[in-house]
């Protein structure tokens, strides 16, 4: 005994083709399933909120911390968190990293990151936000510092 599925796209996608296809899709059962399910879906719901990067998040050694970054909007995906040291921090147990109240290393793991080095790190999350989620730059200077500077910039879907 053979099956065949029937698989019926509704906007711009293509309608499956098989073998009795078109006679399925013509008998009046279909189309009533067919039109209530169209009820059922509603009208299209509201724009979702912009992809791309967050706006770059300048800091230095003496900056207050946490800094927000940005809030992350239900739905979102962060796909990349780059954290450029542009002048190395100078101070022992200089540390950085990016994450949530709740989670400071969430999205950049402050154990692989070297604050003493003028270097790009980058992480790829890929987290999903069930809940408006609030991003922080955590930054600890370290004991004795006197330099050290970077940037730190989110990219989003």
Do not use: C, H
Not at 57 to 75: E, K, M, R
Not at 82 to 88: G, V, W, Y
Not at 107 to 125: C, K, N, R, T
Not at 145 to 155: D, E, F, M, P, Y
């Amino acid at each position: 005994m053979s099956t065949t599925t029937i698989v019926v796209s509704i906007g711009n996608s293509t309608v499956l083709s098989a073998p009795g296809v078109q006679t399925v899709l013509n008998q009046p059962v279909f189309q009533t399933v067919l039109n209530q399910a169209l009820l059922i879906a509603g009208p299209p719901g509201p724009v979702g909120p912009p992809g791309g990067s967050v706006p770059t998040v300048a800091f230095a050694y003496g900056d207050a911390s946490p800094t927000l970054i940005t809030t992350l909007l239900v739905g979102q995906r962060l796909t990349d968190v780059r954290l450029s040291i542009e002048e190395a921090f100078n101070g022992v147990g200089a540390r950085l990293s990016v994450g949530t109240m709740l989670d400071a290393d969430a999205y950049a793991d402050g154990d692989l990151i070297d604050p003493a080095s003028p270097f790009v790190f980058e992480f790829a999350p890929q987290t999903v936000f069930l809940v408006d989620t609030p991003v922080y730059l955590f930054i600890t200077p370290g004991s004795g510092t006197s330099a050290g500077k970077g940037s730190v910039i989110l990219q989003r879907q």
